[in-house]
């Protein structure tokens, strides 16, 4: 009989596993199934974190699943099967075990026909989409943009400007479910990451303050060869100072700081319902790529 087990922590060879299995169905629907808040949080305990383990008669790893947020209502999980392991009930067994902690909601990365099935077949409902957009980079792009009058940016200070931003990105995402809570430690845990770079984490202030950021990402030999794609990885602005035309020049701030490391291309993701970001994306040359799609419980 396979079993589920569920778990506070997972050691060093169990994160193995999962992550060859993710290798494997990340070839196979060329998705990756698990994003990244869910692949950091593979290892030793963390607050709110459940990992859900599926495995066969032999003892194989057939099935991951993580739960984030336990115990608060926007508990979400992330699963997946290994695609030669498909169609046997494992996912289900999953989602059960998810529910059971308290999910009300699972991710789908690519939103795929078989995890569309699966949802519909679970009586799940499409709440929620998350959108891939891309665009090329040239050399047109490297001049920085002119920012509004009474605005000047700067990079990124680590230790100087870490509780700051935190409260500004709290401010700015307030309505966002996790991007809002991150804490220092978050952040500090994105500064230990081999990506990390202050010089690409612009923020942008007014009398002193800092009032918007863009924090650019770019994986660790992407800029290498000189084709390589960056990421637009957050961008926020005070709301106080919303709508008074910040967006735009923000946005290309970081672009400029992409095409002059030599990246030909960039992407970032968006929520299917922020309208206002996705029109200032759409309008620098962002297009979609993928779309990635939140199933949930209904409401009984
Ligand atoms: C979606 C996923 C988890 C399904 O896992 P699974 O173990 O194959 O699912 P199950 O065997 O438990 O399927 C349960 C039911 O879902 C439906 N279903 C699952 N995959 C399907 C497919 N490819 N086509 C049509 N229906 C499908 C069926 O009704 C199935 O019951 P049945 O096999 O008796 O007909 C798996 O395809 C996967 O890992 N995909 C990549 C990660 C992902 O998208 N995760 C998010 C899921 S919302």
């Not at 974190?49 to 336990?70: E, K």
């Not at 050399?139 to 700051?164: I, N």
């Not at 002193?208 to 957050?234: I, L």
Request: hydrophobic share 40%; aromatic share 6%; no cysteine.
């Amino acid at each position: 009989m396979p079993v589920t087990e569920r778990l506070g922590a997972v050691d060093d060879r169990t994160a193995g596993e999962a992550r060859e299995l993710w290798d494997r169905a990340h070839a196979a629907d060329e998705v990756a199934a698990v994003s990244e808040a869910f692949a950091l949080a593979v290892g030793r305990h963390r607050e709110g974190v459940v990992h859900v383990l599926r495995r066969d008669d032999a003892g194989q790893l057939v099935g991951y699943a993580q739960v984030a947020s336990v115990g608060t209502p926007d508990a979400v999980a992330e699963l997946v099967v290994d695609p030669a392991a498909r169609r046997q009930g494992h996912g289900r067994a999953l989602l059960d075990a998810v529910v059971e902690e308290g999910a009300r909601s699972v991710w789908a990365h690519g939103d795929l026909p078989p995890a569309r099935a699966f949802a519909t077949a679970a009586g799940l409902e499409r709440t929620r989409s998350l959108h891939l957009m891309t665009r090329p980079l040239g050399a047109d792009d490297a001049r920085d943009p002119a920012l509004p009058a009474g605005y000047s940016v700067r990079a990124f200070e680590p230790g100087r400007d870490d509780e700051d931003w935190v409260r500004l990105n709290a401010a700015a995402f307030a309505s966002h479910p996790e991007q809002g809570r991150l804490t220092v430690a978050d952040l500090r845990e994105r500064m230990d990451q081999p990506w990390f770079d202050p010089a690409g984490f612009l923020l942008v202030e007014r009398d002193g303050r800092v009032v918007a950021f863009h924090w650019t990402k770019v994986e660790k030999g992407e800029a290498r060869h000189g084709n390589g794609t960056g990421e637009v990885y957050v961008v926020g602005v005070d709301p106080d100072e919303q709508g008074r035309g910040l967006g735009g020049p923000l946005t290309a701030l970081g672009l400029a700081h992409l095409a002059r490391r030599g990246l030909t291309e960039v992407h970032l993701y968006v929520d299917g319902d922020n309208t206002a970001a996705r029109r200032t994306y759409e309008r620098l040359g962002f297009a979609d790529l993928a779309v990635d799609a939140q199933y949930s419980v209904p409401h009984a």
